[in-house]
């Protein structure tokens, strides 16, 4: 594979997607491959994920979107969800100086239920301080379902009573309101599939799946996945 610098030459050529979303999966696995306990593959994705972050930076990406938590990771065994939360609560606690410095927005998208007050506070305060940055938008998918989504925003509409309502006035009743479709969805892990992540917003995406596990998924893989991206021809259903 090409060195980090001659990606991002080669990237610089045509136009960069404005928003990818990512499912970070495989954490468990990696753990499991190195007879670790998986919350250990956990706290390794979250190095990964920050490597993803600088290179986002590093390129001008204007939006990022990751799956860190969904509506049906509760189900997990162990206290896993808990400790998940916790570990994305320290991982906030960490970094948010250093986001700040670099310009970042950051914004936690998805339902409060089941969140503790402590969590929820930490993500009220690091949008407060971080939503006058002009870098990138890290849109941080924590305790998350998209179906959840479109039937709270369709909640909402009942208590406007709104009557009728257009496809592009819709998108302004979900989280991700003010952020353009992503453009390309990457997923880890070798799964191929969606999730119940981001389904009304990535309905003309464009798709990046790879068996590699997300500890393991390098800033160059990233790269070299808008590289990909930027080859393909979008024709959003035209010819
Ligand atoms: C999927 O792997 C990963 C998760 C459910 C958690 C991802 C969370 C992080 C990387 C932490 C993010 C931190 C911040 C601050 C946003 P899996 O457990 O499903 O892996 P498996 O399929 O191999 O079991």
């Given at each position: 594979m ?24 495989g ?5 499991k491959s190195?007879?670790l306990?998986?919350i250990?593959g956990h706290?390794?994705g979250?190095?990964?994920?920050k490597?993803?972050v ?11 979107t990751?799956?860190?938590f969904s509506?049906?990771n ?12 916790t570990l994305i609560?320290n991982?906030?606690m960490?970094?948010i ?8 927005v950051?914004?936690f998208i ?8 402590s ?5 009220d305060?690091?949008?407060e301080?971080t ?5 990138l938008?890290?849109?941080v998918a924590v ?7 479109i039937?709270?925003?369709i909640?909402t509409?009942?208590k406007e ?24 969805l990457i997923r880890?892990?070798g ?14 995406s ?5 068996k ?12 070299q996945a808008?590289?990909?991206f ?9 010819v």
């Amino acid at each position: 594979m090409k060195s980090k610098s001659e990606l991002i030459l080669a990237l610089k050529r045509n136009p960069l997607p404005q928003h990818i979303a990512i499912i970070m999966d495989g954490n468990g696995r990696w753990a499991k491959s190195k007879k670790l306990p998986r919350i250990k593959g956990h706290f390794e994705g979250t190095k990964a994920l920050k490597r993803i972050v600088q290179v986002c930076g590093d390129i001008g990406l204007n939006y990022l979107t990751i799956y860190a938590f969904s509506t049906e990771n509760w189900k997990r065994p162990n206290n896993e969800p808990r400790a998940v939360l916790t570990l994305i609560e320290n991982t906030l606690m960490k970094e948010i100086r250093e986001l700040h410095e670099n310009n970042v927005v950051i914004k936690f998208i998805g339902s409060r239920e089941g969140i503790s007050g402590s969590l929820a506070k930490k993500m009220d305060n690091s949008y407060e301080m971080t939503r006058n940055n002009t870098g990138l938008h890290l849109l941080v998918a924590v305790n998350y379902g998209g179906r959840l989504e479109i039937v709270e925003g369709i909640n909402t509409l009942l208590k406007e009573n709104v009557k009728s309502i257009t496809l592009e006035d819709f998108s302004r009743y979900l989280y991700t309101k003010n952020a353009p479709d992503p453009d390309l969805l990457i997923r880890t892990g070798g799964e191929m599939r969606i999730s119940n992540y981001l389904i009304w917003q990535i309905a003309y995406s464009e798709m990046y799946f790879t068996k590699t596990l997300w500890p393991d998924f390098s800033p160059e893989e990233f790269l070299q996945a808008i590289i990909d991206f930027q080859r393909r021809s979008r024709r959003f259903g035209g010819v």
